[in-house]
């Protein structure tokens, strides 16, 4: 009898035990995902610059055709204009205006944030003229050229990027499209910052011109330029804007303007200087832009001293180009 209690005691633990463990309380839910931020990191097979982004599905749109952003007067937000830290990066972005004109290199971003909201608390549309950028404010308008083929475009920026050290700005689907950009997902721009004070854009609207010329010199150095030489002076055939270049070669690129004038002016002062040397300073035309350079060069090492004594003697974006 003992014996049958203590074998019907145990199998009863047994019992007891299995029932505990099949009836085990369901985790709760670990799923907590947000939007995805941004990844430094690029995509070889999309064509963008972040992973896993790239152009969108409607092929039905005409991108060529969308027009660029047109600037107005608008008052910077004060919760997009804050000192912030990104990926251990303090910034502190512009609360104003102020003359800003920097070549680097420009990404994009497409799909992958299309309908999300920017850093301005808008909705981003990957087909609209946009862009992010790290300090200017929120919102304002910047113009950014392409050197490579002169296509220029408009854009506001209402977001905040790209926070890669080598990245100076992040520009729409459509933005990039049209500068030729999308391709290759990221490459080479200037950007000019828009003075869009109802002062700078009635002048602008008098006199049928942007506010601001796209340019590798910022307005103040313009009108220094301007300022500084004497538009009296005749030229040198060296320097005849007519002047074709070779496609052979390297070239320096010191400036790009919408001005015939501007473009003179800049030469002058090249040649007065004496930065070039014994090569031709001269200012071609193409695709609606007005281009100054020196050259040809023999060599690319040859071409990077004369830029460098550009960028050190007149404080511009002078590149080096092999067309």
């Keep these: 009898m003992v014996i049958f209690q203590k074998s019907f005691i145990i199998l009863w633990l ?28 690029e995509s070889s097979n999309k064509g963008g610059y972040y992973l896993d982004d790239g152009p969108g599905d409607n092929t039905s749109i005409d991108i060529a055709s969308i027009p660029d952003a047109e600037p107005r007067t608008e008052k910077p937000l004060v919760s997009s204009n804050k000192p912030y830290q990104a990926l251990g990066q303090k910034y ?26 920017t850093s301005s608390g808008e909705v981003y ?52 499209y049209k ?17 869009t004070s109802p002062e700078a854009l009635s002048i602008a609207a008098k006199t049928n011109v942007a506010a601001v010329e796209p340019s590798s010199t910022s307005t103040a150095q313009t009108t220094e330029l301007i300022s500084s030489s004497n538009t009296n002076n005749t030229l040198t ?44 300073v001269t200012n071609v035309y193409n695709n609606g832009l007005h281009r100054v350079k020196l050259g ?22 002078a590149i080096v180009t092999n067309q």
């Design 237 to 280: 055939s060296q320097s005849a804007p007519s002047k074709a270049i070779s496609p052979s070669g390297y070239y320096v690129q010191a400036g790009a303007f919408k001005s015939e004038a501007n473009g003179e002016l800049l030469q002058k002062k090249i040649m007065d200087l004496d930065l070039a040397g014994d090569a031709a």
């Design 179 to 195: 500068l030729g950009l999308v391709a290759q997902g990221s490459g080479l721009v200037e950007v000019t910052a828009i003075d």
């Design 14 to 41: 047994v019992l007891l035990a299995g029932c505990a463990s099949t009836n085990s309380t369901k985790p709760e839910s670990t799923n907590t995902k947000s939007p995805p931020a941004k990844q430094s990191k």
């Design 296 to 317: 040809p060069f023999s060599s690319k090492r040859e071409a990077d001293i004369h830029a460098n004594k550009v960028r050190s003697q007149l404080n511009i974006s």
């Design 92 to 117: 502190v972005p512009m609360k104003t205006y102020a003359p800003y004109s920097k070549q680097g290199v420009a990404s994009w971003y497409g799909k992958r944030y299309h309908g999300r909201k």
């Design 125 to 176: 549309d990957m087909y609209g003229m946009s862009a992010a950028h790290t300090t200017l404010p929120i919102p304002s308008y910047v113009k950014v050229v392409n050197p490579t083929n002169g296509r220029a475009v408009v854009v506001r920026v209402n977001d905040r990027g790209p926070f890669k050290h080598d990245r100076l700005i992040d520009l729409s689907y459509a933005a990039a």
